[in-house]
Nanobody
Framework: QVQLVESGGGLVQAGDSLRLSCAAS????????MGWFRQAPGKEREFVAA????????FSAESVKGRFTVSRDNTKNTVYLQMNMLKPEDTATYYC??????????????????WGQGTQVTVSS
């Protein structure tokens, strides 16, 4: 079992940056590939980015490529989502998730076994 807690959300203006963190407890984060998802009001939850166990392979959604970067520090049991050039359409609750399976399927919610409670990001225009 692993517990995930997101932090770092907030209210920012368009063009600003935020860094979200996802801290794990219960098990070493080094055992899991990690993903970030987001859900805007009235919309389905969508994939944002994922990183493999070692942090040397990543996938990102087209909507955030070039703006968001996922990284991890297994020594701190923490995964990060650096979000730059934020847009109002990035407003959502952001969730981190853990899976022991890495592959092209990491963009699918069903691939993940553990989820955090989410952190709210609001981007004003």
């Amino acid at each position: 079992q692993v517990q995930l807690v997101e932090s770092g959300g907030g209210l920012v203006q368009a063009g600003d940056s935020l860094r979200l963190s996802c801290a794990a407890s219960g098990r070493s984060l080094g055992s899991f590939a990690m993903g970030w998802f987001r859900q805007a009001p009235g919309k389905e939850r969508e994939f944002v980015a994922a990183v493999n166990l070692r942090g040397d392979n990543r996938f990102s959604a087209e909507s955030v490529k070039g703006r968001f970067t996922v990284s991890r520090d297994n020594t701190k049991n923490t995964v990060y989502l650096q979000m730059n050039m934020l847009k109002p359409e990035d407003t959502a609750t952001y969730y981190c998730a853990a899976t022991d399976k890495w592959g092209p399927w990491v963009g699918a919610e069903a691939s993940y076994d553990y989820w955090g409670q989410g952190t709210q990001v609001t981007v004003s225009s």
